[in-house]
């Protein structure tokens, strides 16, 4: 079969709940050894399902891995982690939007920062039969209707409404705003609140996922322009210098800007003509 790489947005239903989905099925022969997917931090939360083989998750080269539930409550990631899935490779992930997942559960998402969860073991029974029904499709569209059609009842019966800080994180993702003190102020909030909001549903605090969004932007753009200069795309993306650029590949990837495109460059979705 051929790979698939479909990526699409939410009914209008869930939109402000759900920012996108994403469906990646990727198949190698027997006998290769499957690539390893460096995956830096995004700005997102996420439930995903992994409908065939398993995937396994390390942070370094060599380092032991552990293995993803067939269901996955993700939280925030601030590191980037080593991913490779098996031979046949299947993976439907819905990304919320900012404050969504704590407002639909009521979890602190700084309980799951950097790590994830068996969303069947959160979830009631009836969602092992959700995922039982998914892993017999194979199109995007029966999965993408199956998943949102569980989701819209939780929306009647979500933990928590919206908050401030879930407004500044979309300000945040879109490279909007100013220093923490104007941001809080618009809202009606000192820093200290809105620092504590942001760690309850977002996971980190504003200006990690603020610097998370950028670097996200950033290495979006060196995908789409692999003979750029870095510093080209860092001023692009909202960097003032080469400096800052560098520091967020060491904070987040243990890389440096060349070490990491070099990995990324060999990521399994590269052989298909794929890229992020």
């Not at 490779?84 to 900012?98: R, T």
């Not at 009631?124 to 995922?131: D, G, H, I, T």
């Not at 009842?153 to 409404?161: E, G, I, N, V």
């Amino acid at each position: 079969m051929s790979p698939v790489f479909h990526f699409a947005p939410p009914s209008p239903a869930l939109r402000g709940w759900v920012r996108q989905h994403q469906v990646i099925r990727l198949r190698f022969a027997g006998g290769l050894a499957v690539p390893v997917k460096p995956y830096w931090p995004r700005p997102a939360a996420a439930l995903a399902f992994y409908l065939r083989d398993p995937e396994q998750v390390s942070l370094l080269p060599g380092a032991p891995q552990r293995c993803k539930p067939r269901a996955a409550l993700i939280g925030q990631p601030t590191v980037a982690t080593l991913r490779q899935g098996g031979l046949d490779f299947s993976v439907y992930q819905i990304e919320f939007e900012p404050g969504a997942l704590y407002r639909l559960t009521g979890l602190p998402l700084d309980s799951l920062t950097d790590e994830w969860l068996d969303a069947e073991a959160l979830f009631p029974p009836s969602f092992r039969q959700l995922v039982d029904r998914l892993a017999q499709h194979e199109e995007p569209e029966p999965l993408i209707a199956h998943v949102e059609a569980w989701l819209l009842p939780l929306l009647s019966s979500a933990r928590k409404p919206l908050a401030a800080a879930d407004v500044v994180a979309r300000q945040l993702l879109r490279g909007e705003g100013g220093g923490l003190d104007a941001l809080a102020l618009a809202h009606g909030l000192d820093v200290r609140q809105l620092r504590r909001q942001f760690a309850a549903r977002m996971g980190v605090s504003p200006r990690l996922f603020g610097r998370v969004a950028r670097f996200d932007r950033m290495v979006r753009l060196a995908n789409l322009a692999p003979q750029a200069r870095w510093l080209d795309l860092a001023l692009d993306a909202g960097y003032h210098d080469h400096q800052h650029l560098a520091r967020d590949f060491r904070d987040f990837t243990r890389m440096s800007p060349s070490e990491f495109r070099q990995l990324e460059l060999r990521a399994p979705e590269r052989q298909f003509g794929f890229r992020e």
